[in-house]
């Protein structure tokens, strides 16, 4: 996925989300020898040690160089609505100089603000951003969880605009209004939470969703769209959902720590969904997501 900043995305990462600490370090250096060379993570979800270990394991096992791998970290900005207060400029710099030791790297790939929660403080944290940027500690710097209004905020302020924005994305959730305005100013849409509409998503003990049991046994049904896709392409449902993605123009963040399916989340350009199938899937849109409401600060993802 190409940024405006003139360099590549892989258009597959691996996410890490609601991954251990203690087990992240084995998942991603799978991870990295099934082929993915883009790895997300987050000052919040407490597991940067453990991506950088794998990181470093799999690079000296395979062969790779720092180059080969994009890896990208989020800000935590303090969130006032639960007590916490909003990073300062100060404070974001610092963020990011501890999260690249936990990681053991000189910069990162990608920085975003990982959700709007900061009020007031949001744009000296993206003047934050930008310079670590110029500095050099991130190649590129974006935003996630940003409505259009808070893009918005950015330009109006005479600041540079985000090289990217990480919102939820999938059938059911397309965000038709956002993604073209991202698109239409250069800004690069990532998704996550890509698997939703499957029975199967954060269905393990500890994973809570915001899905209703409704929603849950859709995705189960014999009659689900999903699986009738699977069947006539030949593939899972996990593909036909992350290949949607992909053809809508957005890069994804598969998470999962089973090696055989992580090879296949990886395998999304040996087939291609035809227009007919995708403008079925581009009316299964229902609105906002279920992982995490933009701009609402009391749900988290």
């Not at 062969?63 to 990208?72: A, N, Y």
């Not at 800000?75 to 400029?89: D, E, F, I, T, Y």
């Not at 509409?197 to 046994?217: C, F, H, I, N, Y």
Request: net charge negative; charged share 25%.
């Amino acid at each position: 996925m190409p940024f405006s900043r003139g360099f590549d995305m892989p258009a597959v990462g691996f996410g890490t989300y609601l991954i251990p600490n203690a087990e992240t370090s084995v998942a991603v250096s799978r991870a990295l020898h099934a082929g993915y060379r883009h790895v997300d993570t987050a000052e919040a979800y407490g597991n940067e040690e453990g991506v950088g270990e794998g990181i470093r394991d799999a690079s000296a096992a395979l062969g790779l160089v720092r180059e080969d791998v994009f890896v990208t970290t989020k800000l935590w900005p303090g969130n006032p609505a639960w007590g916490q207060p909003a990073k300062s400029r100060d404070a974001t710099v610092a963020a990011l100089e501890a999260s690249l030791e936990r990681l053991g790297l000189d910069y990162v790939d990608l920085y975003l603000i990982h959700a709007p929660f900061a009020g007031d403080g949001r744009l000296d944290q993206w003047r934050a951003l930008v310079s670590l940027r110029d500095r050099g500690m991130a190649r590129a710097v974006g935003v996630s969880n940003y409505s259009i209004d808070h893009i918005r905020e950015i330009e109006e302020a005479g600041l540079p605009l985000p090289d990217a924005n990480q919102i939820e994305l999938h059938p059911w959730s397309q965000k038709p209004e956002l993604v073209s305005y991202l698109q239409a100013k250069g800004i690069l849409p990532i998704a996550y939470s890509s698997l939703v509409p499957l029975s199967t998503w954060r269905a393990v003990a500890g994973q809570d969703s915001a899905k209703t049991d409704e929603m849950t046994a859709e995705g189960a049904s014999g009659d689900s769209p999903f699986k009738k896709l699977a069947a006539k392409y030949s593939v899972s449902e996990s593909q036909i959902l992350l290949r949607w993605a992909i053809q809508r123009g957005f890069a994804v963040l598969p998470k999962s720590t089973n090696p055989e399916r992580m090879r296949q989340n990886l395998d999304l350009f040996s087939f291609e969904i035809d227009t007919s199938d995708m403008d079925s899937l581009a009316r299964m849109d229902r609105g906002d997501g279920v992982a995490w409401a933009v701009g609402d600060p009391t749900k988290a993802d």
